[in-house]
């Protein structure tokens, strides 16, 4: 049972647009992360969010924790190339394990 | 610092032979995990060690098993290979929250 669903599942946008990725769960989280996955490599830690409603800004992309920490958005202002990959949320209920999404694979074209 | 080092990169396994996937880490991180990533998804977890001496079953441990004699270093066994073992396997370490991920070995079983 997947327990973080990721919507969309796949997104192709040209530069310059904006776009929103959701990370949505039946189950409180303590933390959620999101990660950004190059192809032939491991995910990269984008950001933590702890605390319901918290939003942090990360240059272009902001990352939003649901008031009841069961989700998640994360928002890309002016998408870049460079922004292109796949975008995975993960939850943890403790601190010794993290549930992965499902991923949204972002593709942005010149 | 190297981070979290994987080995091998790549590997192709016929069924019914073992092997054992290495993951070294050098950040004195006490968490330690297995992910594999089938094509096109996200990470499932396989098994995970809160400390040296011990380890604790993920989502999808079947035909797996690992040790944590030390703390830098997390082994990943397959003892009798499946065409259902093909997949990307990730090593991630962490401290509190934000995992540190290795690069990665892709298998393929045939």
């Known amino acids: 049972t997947q327990l973080l669903e990721q919507s969309p599942q796949f997104l192709s946008i040209q530069e310059g647009e904006n776009l929103t990725v959701y990370c949505n769960s039946s189950s409180v989280f303590s933390s959620l992360q999101w990660y950004r996955q190059e192809p032939g490599e491991g995910p990269v830690l984008l950001v933590t969010v702890v605390t319901g409603g918290e939003v942090k800004k990360l240059k272009r992309l902001t990352f939003q924790f649901g008031d009841a920490r069961k989700d998640s958005s994360l928002h890309i202002t002016a998408a870049q190339p460079g922004d292109t990959g796949l975008y995975l949320c993960?939850?943890?209920?403790?601190?010794?394990?993290?549930?992965f999404g499902t991923g949204t694979r972002l593709q942005v074209f010149p | 610092n190297a981070g979290v080092t994987q080995t091998p990169k790549f590997r192709i396994l016929k069924i019914g032979q073992s092997m054992t996937l290495q993951c070294a880490q050098d950040?004195?991180?006490?968490?330690m995990y297995w992910y594999r990533q089938d094509p096109g998804m996200g990470l499932k977890l396989i098994y995970y060690?809160?400390?040296?001496?011990?380890?604790d079953k993920g989502e999808v441990p079947n035909g797996y098993n690992v040790s944590r004699s030390t703390t830098e270093d997390f082994p990943l066994r397959l003892e009798l290979a499946a065409p259902s073992q093909t997949s990307v396997y990730f090593c991630?370490?962490?401290?509190?929250?934000?995992?540190?991920f290795g690069s990665g070995t892709r298998l393929t079983v045939v």
């Open positions: 950040m004195n991180h006490n968490y």
């Open positions: 060690s809160v400390g040296a001496g011990i380890t």
């Open positions: 993960a939850g943890s209920k403790n601190t010794d394990k993290l549930i």
């Open positions: 991630a370490s962490s401290y509190s929250y934000g995992y540190t």
